[in-house]
Nanobody, 120 residues
Framework: QVHLVESGGGLVQAGGSLSLSCVAS????????MGWYRQAPGKQRELVAQ???????LYADTVKGRFTISRDNAKSTVDLQMTNMKPEDTSVYYC??????????????WGQGTQVTVSS
């Protein structure tokens, strides 16, 4: 079953901007941690940004000051606003969700990924 669906990927020139969105199905969205990861060919999947249920955020050093993560609990969505994009941002971006099921137990969900390409 599909739990997370990303949208907004595409081609952008270096220095430009692009926004990604992810919508989650099911209930309890406001109690989850949401994030964005990316993986380029031959590279490890890396955390780009995440936002907790309380709204606290964490960013990779490589995107700090350029990317902004946000969530809308009423819509069960998480967005990633990317500005001043660089060719090294080129990757497949994945939406991520961690949902607690019990004390010290949780389920992880991944979106299908959306391609982002930054031209130089």
């Amino acid at each position: 079953q599909v739990h997370l669906v990303e949208s907004g990927g595409g081609l952008v020139q270096a220095g430009g901007s692009l926004s990604l969105s992810c919508v989650a199905s099911g209930t309890g969205f406001s109690f989850t941690t949401m994030g964005w990861y990316r993986q380029a060919p031959g590279k490890q999947r890396e955390l780009v940004a995440q936002i907790s249920s309380s709204g606290s955020t964490l960013y990779a050093d490589t995107v700090k000051g350029r990317f902004t993560i946000s969530r809308d609990n009423a819509k069960s969505t998480v967005d990633l606003q990317m500005t001043n994009m660089k060719p090294e941002d080129t990757s497949v971006y994945y939406c991520y969700q961690r949902a607690s099921t019990a004390d010290w137990k949780w389920d992880d969900y991944w979106g299908q990924g959306t391609q982002v390409t930054v031209s130089s």
